[in-house]
Each structure stands twice: as structure tokens, then as C-alpha cells.
């Protein structure tokens, strides 16, 4: 029989980012990137599986009807000083889980790799600001210290919109609210989140996920409305983020949601968390200030990738952090690898990034 707190145990005390529990397998831990089984643990059987979805559920029948019904649940879980996000899903008809363990402390976000341009538009009154990356690449990690900050700094009304929510904050000069979405939380969706928070008299508003066009509409009239908000999406560069949203819209609808990006939208940024040198995970940021230049390339009629990519690389002044840059700073601080450097761009970049390097390391002798 599974003790599922020993297990849960193993992976604290070891600083493990997950934990996967799949029957026929012993328990695995994501440790920077790789992944570990628990030797002393038994490999787990289709008993253990329901007794560790007993242990998550509770008795919740709610709960338990919406896995039924669709074969995966997203929910919260406390243990000893951790949160963890739970995620139930199915295999072979068996439920199985992943758990992403979230630390109470935030890191200071000078900590994170971050470029301060970041933090600096925080304090933004009005617009939108994306912070986008693939999974695992520390989105929520960035949110969250970005959130902190701000509640360190000035008098707002902070919103968050959150499935399930993973950081608690504690409200210092800010008044923090975090809603859970999801049935018999307390908003049924994002939109309807987003669409509420109008009423709802904040300053900033933090939507966990856009991952539709309805959402992204209604976080777009929250930032026209005079409200500054903050989202995530899953993209791999600043790019295609922009991209990713002119493409949840028709093509009749396009110009007009490439205006309003344009006029509304005043920072993208996109990391990477891939592992360093000394066996830790670093963070490759992409910084994109949306000014007159980059303003330009979204309006186009023909919206280009690779045009808009070349503007952040051409204006490093205005605050903008390319790609190449980050990851040539990275290999030049002996913090990555060249072959790591170059499995991050594609083939066509490759001499970009060598004369990037080249140059770095002129400056730095």
C-alpha cells in the first residue's frame, strides 16, 4: 500500500518540482528537468491509484462527479507548508496524477532572470502585459513575483483569475483578491471571471490563462476600459504569441484586433527554464516593449514572424530583449553550453547567434 505523505515527503525534501504517480511505475520526481523514481518506494498498483484519488478527493462529491464526467480535475492540495496543484487524469481507465509542488516563499524577483524592464512596466496604469512560455518554463513563478512586487510598492486593488490558485498572497499595500476558476469555485470560467472583474472596482487584473478568443475579448475590454491586465499564454516566443492571438479570430475580424493590440498591448515577455552548466535550471528571457516600431509590424496587413522578431532584435534600446541576446549572454557567462545555445534557434539563426557571441565576448575583454 502507497503512503502517499511519504512519498510527498521524498519529494520536498528533495526539491523536486513534481511528482508523477501512473501505475506499473514506482513513484517519480522531476528534479531539474530529469526524471527520478523513488527506489525504496513499490511500484504502484491500480489499488493504489484509487486510494491516492480518495486521498485528493476527500469525499468531495462535486469533485468526484466532475472527474467522472470528463476524466481529469484540476484542484489545489495542502501538505505540511507546501501547496500543490493537483492534476487527476485517466489511463487505461485508471486515475492517474501529476502534482507540481509550489513553494510558500516567492523568490525575490531580481532572483529570476527577469530583465527589470519587466518589473518596470508593472506600474503601468492601463494596457496589457502577457507573460508566455511552454509549460514548465516558470510563467506562474514570474506572475506571482511581478504580483508581489507590486503589492510591495503601491496603494491598488488586485484581482487574479487562477485554475487552481497556487501562490497565496498576503495583502501589504495592495487589497489582493484571488478567485479560483472552475465549477463550484468561485467563477464558473475566465471570461465570466474577466467579464465580472469589471464590476469589481480593481486596478490590475491577473488572468491565470487566455486561452480562447472569448477570453482574450474580455481581457482586451478590461484593458480598454482603463484597467491594467496582466495574462499568460502558451507560446514559445513574443512572436508567436501575437501570432497565436491574431489567429483566435477570423480573418474578416483581424485588422481590427491587430489595431487594438497595437494601441493596448505594452509588453510581451517569453522564457525558457532549460538546464545549466551546474546542474540548475536557468532562464532564458525574450523581452518585447510594444513601441512605434514594433506598433508597425502588428498593424501590417500581412502580419510577419520574422519581421516582427527582426524589430526586437534592431531596438535593444528601447528595452526589448531578443532571443539570441539572452541565450548568447548565457553561453559568454559559461552558464550554458553551445550545443544547449544553439538546440534554443533555429538553423537559419545559428550564424546570428555566433557573431552575437563573438561580439559579447569583445566587449567583455
Do not use: W
Not at 487574479?160 to 501562490?167: I, M, R
Request: aromatic fraction near 4%; glycine fraction near 4%; proline fraction near 2%.
Amino acid at each position: 500500500m502507497v503512503d502517499i505523505n511519504k512519498v510527498l515527503n521524498f519529494a520536498k525534501e528533495n526539491n523536486a518540482s513534481d511528482v508523477h504517480l501512473v501505475p506499473g511505475r514506482k513513484p517519480t520526481i522531476r528534479l531539474a528537468r530529469d526524471l527520478k523514481e523513488i527506489e525504496e518506494e513499490d511500484v504502484l498498483t491500480e489499488s493504489d491509484m484509487y486510494e491516492i484519488y480518495d486521498y485528493f478527493i476527500r469525499g468531495n462529491v462535486d469533485k468526484d462527479e466532475i472527474y467522472r464526467e470528463t476524466r481529469q480535475l484540476d484542484l489545489s492540495h495542502v501538505f505540511d507548508d507546501i501547496r500543490l496543484r493537483v492534476n487527476i487524469s485517466s489511463f487505461d481507465e485508471i486515475p492517474i496524477f501529476t502534482l507540481r509542488l509550489i513553494k510558500n516563499e516567492l523568490p525575490k524577483f531580481e532572483d529570476l532572470g527577469v530583465p527589470d524592464v519587466v518589473r518596470r512596466m508593472m506600474y503601468q496604469p492601463q494596457g496589457l502585459i502577457l507573460v508566455t512560455g511552454k509549460t514548465n518554463s516558470g510563467k506562474t513563478t514570474t506572475l506571482n513575483a511581478l504580483i508581489d512586487e507590486v503589492n510591495k510598492n503601491v496603494n491598488k486593488k488586485i484581482l487574479t483569475l487562477e485554475k487552481p490558485v497556487e501562490y497565496k498572497h498576503t495583502s501589504k499595500k495592495c487589497l489582493i483578491v484571488q478567485k479560483e476558476v472552475g465549477r463550484g469555485k468561485d467563477t464558473l470560467s475566465y471570461r465570466e471571471g474577466v467579464k465580472n472583474s469589471l464590476r469589481e472596482d480593481c486596478d490590475i487584473l491577473v488572468i491565470g490563462e487566455i486561452r480562447d478568443k472569448e477570453t482574450m475579448e474580455a481581457a482586451i475590454d478590461m484593458a480598454e476600459s482603463g484597467h491594467l491586465v496582466i495574462g499568460t499564454l502558451h507560446t514559445k516566443s513574443c512572436a508567436e504569441t501575437i501570432d497565436r492571438i491574431i489567429n483566435f479570430y477570423e480573418v474578416r475580424d483581424q485588422a481590427s484586433v491587430k489595431y487594438l493590440m497595437s494601441a493596448l498591448l505594452k509588453l510581451v515577455v517569453s522564457q525558457r527554464l532549460i538546464k545549466g552548466t551546474n546542474g540548475k535550471l536557468v532562464l532564458i528571457p525574450e523581452v518585447m516593449v510594444v513601441d512605434n516600431v514594433v506598433a508597425g509590424c502588428i498593424r501590417k496587413e500581412k502580419f510577419s514572424v520574422s519581421e516582427l522578431e527582426d524589430a526586437i532584435q534592431s531596438n535593444i534600446d528601447k528595452g526589448n530583449v531578443s532571443l539570441i541576446n539572452s541565450i548568447a549572454e548565457l553561453y559568454v557567462d559559461n552558464k550554458i553550453n553551445l550545443e544547449q545555445a544553439k538546440a534554443q534557434i533555429e538553423e537559419k539563426n545559428i550564424e546570428v547567434l555566433n557573431r552575437t557571441i563573438m561580439q559579447m565576448k569583445m566587449r567583455k575583454m
